[in-house]
């Protein structure tokens, strides 16, 4: 299966959501779009030419083979607490980056300094369903401002423990406008979250095309 042949949904319909929903249009990919603001995803669907069809959160996990949940690390806990089984069969997408406000003006890590947002989620899905860390690298801005950069695409990291699974998140990245890099395995996610040294904001500070982000791997 590619991604042209799967049905796709983004969750979430906040800054990052509605950032990937312009860029998977931009790039022709057809999408299911769900959020708790039906009202925000209608508004949002009304101007992708037609790629994105609105959809509750209930029929988006049912319809999808890859599903995007572009929330908050604690939204998407609850998302699996909620679906449950329902999420088994599934390549499900973790942008997610596990921080908050340090009472200082920046932030830090909500969960350990070792530990991964994208290990943690994907240890808590129910078997046959399978996590991809991508989409969280890069800032909602970047991710819009950089999207088809010619002559050479910036890149997007991803992390995946199921080859398969990798290939199809790999498609929706090209989809989205950038050039897909995979960083290894789930154990690599902590590397591409922020803080982590592929992150934007941790060691890169800034896009790297793929002929850099090899250097750098």
Same mark, same amino acid.
């Given at each position: 299966?590619?991604i042209s042949?799967?049905?796709?949904?983004?969750?979430?319909?906040?800054?990052?959501?509605?950032?990937?929903?312009?860029?998977?249009?931009?790039?022709?990919?057809?999408?299911?779009?769900?959020?708790?603001?039906?009202?925000?995803?209608?508004?949002?669907?009304?101007?992708?030419?037609?790629?994105?069809?609105?959809?509750?959160?209930?029929?988006?996990?049912?319809?999808?083979?890859?599903?995007?949940?572009?929330?908050?690390?604690?939204?998407?806990?609850?998302?699996?607490?909620?679906?449950?089984?329902?999420?088994?069969?599934?390549?499900?997408?973790?942008?997610?980056? &596990?921080?908050? &406000?340090?009472?200082?003006?920046?932030?830090?890590?909500?969960?350990?300094?070792?530990?991964?947002?994208?290990?943690?989620?994907?240890?808590?899905? &129910?078997?046959?369903?399978?996590?991809?860390?991508?989409?969280?690298?890069?800032?909602?801005?970047?991710?819009?401002?950089?999207?088809?950069?010619?002559?050479?695409?910036?890149?997007?990291?991803?992390?995946?423990?199921?080859?398969?699974?990798?290939?199809?998140v790999a498609?929706?990245?090209?989809?989205?406008?950038?050039?897909?890099?995979?960083?290894?395995?789930?154990?690599?996610?902590?590397?591409?979250?922020?803080?982590?040294?592929?992150?934007?904001?941790?060691?890169?500070?800034?896009?790297?095309?793929?002929?850099?982000?090899?250097?750098?791997?």
């Amino acid at each position: 299966m590619t991604i042209s042949d799967s049905t796709v949904a983004i969750i979430g319909t906040g800054t990052l959501g509605s950032t990937l929903a312009a860029n998977f249009a931009a790039g022709g990919q057809d999408f299911l779009l769900a959020g708790r603001d039906q009202e925000a995803a209608r508004k949002l669907a009304s101007g992708l030419d037609g790629h994105a069809e609105v959809v509750s959160v209930d029929e988006a996990v049912d319809r999808a083979d890859v599903l995007v949940l572009a929330v908050w690390f604690d939204s998407f806990k609850e998302l699996i607490a909620q679906y449950g089984e329902r999420l088994s069969g599934k390549v499900i997408v973790d942008p997610t980056n &596990p921080t908050g &406000p340090d009472g200082h003006g920046g932030f830090r890590k909500i969960i350990g300094e070792q530990e991964s947002s994208g290990q943690i989620l994907a240890g808590l899905l &129910p078997a046959g369903a399978r996590l991809v860390k991508a989409f969280g690298t890069l800032s909602a801005g970047t991710l819009a401002a950089a999207a088809r950069q010619e002559p050479d695409r910036a890149v997007e990291f991803y992390a995946a423990d199921d080859d398969a699974a990798g290939d199809l998140v790999a498609g929706l990245i090209r989809a989205g406008g950038y050039e897909p890099v995979r960083v290894g395995g789930l154990d690599q996610s902590i590397r591409i979250e922020m803080f982590g040294d592929l992150h934007e904001f941790g060691g890169l500070g800034r896009v790297v095309t793929k002929e850099e982000a090899l250097k750098v791997i």
